[in-house]
T-cell receptor
Framework: AQRVTQPEKLLSVFKGAPVELKCNYSYSGSPELFWYVQYSRQRLQLLLRHISRESIKGFTADLNKGETSFHLKKPFAQEEDSAMYYCALSGRIYNQGGKLIFGQGTELSVKP | AAGVIQSPRHLIKEKRETATLKCYPIPRHDTVYWYQQGPGQDPQFLISFYEKMQSDKGSIPDRFSAQQFSDYHSELNMSSLELGDSALYFC??????????????FGPGTRLTVT
C-alpha cells in the first residue's frame, strides 16, 4: 500500500536549534518524494523534491531507500520557519497522473 | 508569476444542496488535480485530468463529478451535500508535457461549509 507517515504532529524548537521533521514512506515502486510547506493562511508551496537535491531556505532532505525515509533537516531554525510541513509521495507512472499522497503533516513551531 | 486560481474562496451551503468549485491552472499547465482536506486531516486526492481527460481517480464520492474544459480550467460539481463534505478543497496544476516531474502548484483552496 502507498503510505506516507509523519510521526510528529507538532514539533517545537527554539530559534537557532537544529530541526528534523521525520517522514517515512511505503511504496512498491520508484517514488518521487516532496516536502510541501504551508505558512499561516497561505497556499501549499513546494519546498523540496528529492530529485533536485537542492537546499531551499536552509532545508535539505535526503532520500534513504533502505530506510524508506525522507527526513527534512535544517541546522539552525528561524522563527519564520514556523509552518505546517507535509511530506508527499508521487509514483513515477506517466499515465497515472502523478497524484500526491500526503503525510499527516507536522506543525513546526520555532520559539524566540 | 500567475498562480493557480480557485473560486469561490469560501462557500456556505445547506445539506442536500449542490456546489460548483472552479479551478484555473497556471498558463500552459495541462494537468489539474483536486484534493480534499478535512479539519485536522491531510489532503486526500480526489481526481485528476490531463488534456481534458480524466487521468486518475481517488476517493471521490459518486455524488461528486468533475471535468476539465478546453481552456484547461476545471470544475468540481458536488451534489446532495452532506455535513461531512465540509472541508478545504485544493486544486493543483502541473505541466506534464515536460519531463513529467509531477511538480504540482497549488491554489489557495475553497473552504466549503455545509450546514
Amino acid at each position: 500500500a502507498q503510505r506516507v507517515t509523519q510521526p510528529e504532529k507538532l514539533l517545537s524548537v527554539f530559534k537557532g536549534a537544529p530541526v528534523e521533521l521525520k517522514c517515512n514512506y511505503s511504496y512498491s515502486g520508484s517514488p518521487e518524494l516532496f516536502w510541501y510547506v504551508q505558512y499561516s493562511r497561505q497556499r501549499l508551496q513546494l519546498l523540496l523534491r528529492h530529485i533536485s537535491r537542492e537546499s531551499i531556505k536552509g532545508f535539505t532532505a535526503d532520500l534513504n531507500k533502505g530506510e524508506t525515509s525522507f527526513h527534512l533537516k535544517k541546522p539552525f531554525a528561524q522563527e519564520e520557519d514556523s509552518a505546517m510541513y507535509y511530506c508527499a509521495l508521487s509514483g513515477r507512472i506517466y499515465n497515472q497522473g502523478g497524484k500526491l499522497i500526503f503525510g499527516q503533516g507536522t506543525e513546526l513551531s520555532v520559539k524566540p | 508569476a500567475a498562480g493557480v486560481i480557485q473560486s469561490p474562496r469560501h462557500l456556505i451551503k445547506e445539506k442536500r444542496e449542490t456546489a460548483t468549485l472552479k479551478c484555473y491552472p497556471i498558463p500552459r499547465h495541462d494537468t489539474v488535480y483536486w484534493y480534499q482536506q478535512g479539519p485536522g486531516q491531510d489532503p486526500q486526492f480526489l481526481i485528476s485530468f490531463y488534456e481534458k481527460m480524466q487521468s486518475d481517480k481517488g476517493s471521490i464520492p459518486d455524488r461528486f463529478s468533475a471535468q476539465q474544459f478546453s481552456d484547461y480550467h476545471s470544475e468540481l460539481n458536488m451534489s446532495s451535500l452532506e455535513l461531512g463534505d465540509s472541508a478545504l478543497y485544493f486544486c493543483a496544476s502541473s505541466e506534464r508535457g515536460r519531463r513529467a516531474s509531477y511538480e504540482q502548484y497549488f491554489g489557495p483552496g475553497t473552504r466549503l461549509t455545509v450546514t
